[in-house]
């Protein structure tokens, strides 16, 4: 009996070491060990460091991808340029899963002969992160323009406990302005981070432990399928809650970042890319909102849903990068960075 066990447990070691190996061989996502590296309200990877980004788990679009010294995926690093413009925004701006050349920062950048981009971008941030990266980018390195891609959700997800904070959020229930930073990692995550398997299990797959069991014990049956759902239109009682949460965001992004402000800001502020997405009924994301917030506040904001029209007229290629993935392509980006570089050049 003992040497059956013995037998089971080395080839259950022997499979995970295979897997281990595999997942090394393959374009598996590695670990970005982000933290506050540089600035205790920016969220960064180490500067230099390595790593390896795909999607999904068949692994698509992988990337093999480097930090500059700052600790952003930029094309090179940031030295005091006052002549410099400061693209600020989420994945969007970072474009991990794109090549380097149809990333926001160097398609703008080509865009601005004779002027760098430091491009800035952080996943999982919202519109008070981004008033800290403009504070940063003026008070390190004299940047006196910025360009901002925004979600249409950037404003909304500023509530603490949202997921997408780094370090300011406003406190859901009075929406006063607090810090929530990440905390450190725990073992079992410090372990992760070494192991190319459990990156696969955890980052690739979404494998979550807490529902695992539950979801294989649980029938779900046909008419319980996401597209059978309806949606529920939102009361005017929660419109209203989201535009005083909208409000209450732009009016503290702009205490912060308006002293770090010595040129433009210019605001993209992208939308749905085709008109067959619109859903009936209000806007649960009051974009509308949120753009005449902004513009009340002084920048030059920009909607991109026009801009995405106009190219919907003419061409039938999509500015998704795929059906699997809602970011802007190399398409959809060029789109969006020809309308900042025009801006930037508006008198």
């Known amino acids: 009996m003992a040497t059956t066990r013995l037998r089971i447990a080395a080839g259950v070691l022997l499979t995970l070491a295979g897997l281990e190996l595999l997942c090394r061989l393959l374009p598996v996502s590695t670990a970005t060990l982000t933290g506050y590296h540089g600035d205790p309200e920016l969220l960064t990877y180490p500067p230099g460091h390595r790593w390896v980004a795909s999607t999904g788990w068949d692994l698509r679009n992988p990337q093999r991808l480097q930090a500059n010294a700052q600790g952003f995926l930029a094309d090179h690093d940031f030295v005091r340029d006052p002549d410099a413009v400061a693209l600020i925004g989420d994945s969007y701006v970072e474009g991990s899963m794109l090549d380097a050349d149809a990333r926001a920062g160097a398609q703008l950048e080509r865009l601005l002969p004779g002027r760098k981009v430091f491009a800035m971008g952080s996943p999982g941030t919202a519109l008070l992160d981004y008033a800290q990266r403009i504070r940063w980018a003026h008070e390190n390195y004299g940047v006196r323009d910025m360009v901002l891609l925004l979600e249409r959700s950037d404003a909304r997800q500023v509530r603490c406990g949202s ?41 690739q797959v979404k494998l979550d432990g807490r529902h ?27 419109l209203a ?15 912060v970042a308006k002293p770090h402000v010595a040129g433009r800001l210019v605001i993209l502020v992208d939308g749905l890319r085709s008109p067959a997405g619109r859903p009936e009924g209000a806007d649960e994301f009051q974009r509308a909102h949120l753009i005449d917030a902004l513009r009340r506040g ?13 190219h919907g007229a003419v061409s039938p290629l999509s500015l998704d990068v795929g059906p699997y993935d809602g970011h802007l392509n190399r398409l959809g980006l060029a789109l969006a960075m020809k309308a900042g570089a025009d801006a930037l050049h508006t008198p």
């Open 241 to 255: 809650a989201e535009r005083r949460v909208i409000d209450a965001a732009v009016q503290e992004f702009f205490r």
């Open 163 to 203: 997921g997408n904070v780094h370090s300011r959020c406003l406190d859901p229930a009075t929406l006063e302005s607090r810090v929530q930073r990440l905390p450190e990692p725990g073992p079992f995550k410090r372990l992760a981070r070494h192991s190319a398997l459990l990156q696969y299990l955890f980052g």
């Open 212 to 238: 695992f069991l539950a979801e294989m014990l649980t029938r779900q049956a046909p008419a319980a399928d996401v597209g059978a759902r309806a949606r529920v239109a939102p009361s005017a009682a929660a």
């Open 298 to 310: 002084g920048a030059d904001v920009v909607d991109l849903e026009p801009v995405y029209a106009r």
